[in-house]
């Protein structure tokens, strides 16, 4: 089993800067691809990034691009979403996922873990 557990979400003005973090335990960390997915009201959840073992590669949604970052430390066994240029429609509460596989994957049903998200708002 792998715990995640999601930080960082708060409310931002249109513009600003976040930095979420997730924190895991429980298998070795770096033994997984790492995703970051959100969900906002009324609507499916949706793939941000991901990040490969050792963070050598990165896969971002087309809407996110140019904006948000995923980076990781093994050593620290967490991976971070940096959300900079923030936009009303970023708004939504951001899941933190684990794959036990080699490949990174977009598709929410290839990830084994889930935490139990951090709420992101977005003012205009």
């Known amino acids: 089993q792998v715990q995640l557990v999601e930080s960082g979400g708060e409310l931002v003005q249109a513009g600003g800067s976040l930095r979420l973090s997730c924190a895991a335990s429980g298998r070795t960390f770096s033994n997984y691809v790492m995703g970051w997915f959100r969900q906002a009201p009324g609507k499916e959840r949706e793939f941000v990034a991901a990040i490969s073992k050792f963070g050598a590669a990165t896969y971002y949604a087309d809407s996110v691009k140019g904006r948000i970052t995923i980076s990781r430390q093994n050593a620290k066994n967490t991976v971070y979403l940096q959300m900079n240029s923030l936009k009303p429609e970023d708004t939504a509460r951001y899941y933190c996922?684990?794959?036990?596989?080699?490949?990174?994957?977009?598709?929410?049903?290839?990830?084994?873990?889930w935490g139990q998200g951090t709420q992101v708002t977005v003012s205009s």
């Open positions: 996922a684990a794959r036990y596989a080699s490949s990174v994957s977009y598709i929410s049903a290839e990830y084994d873990y």
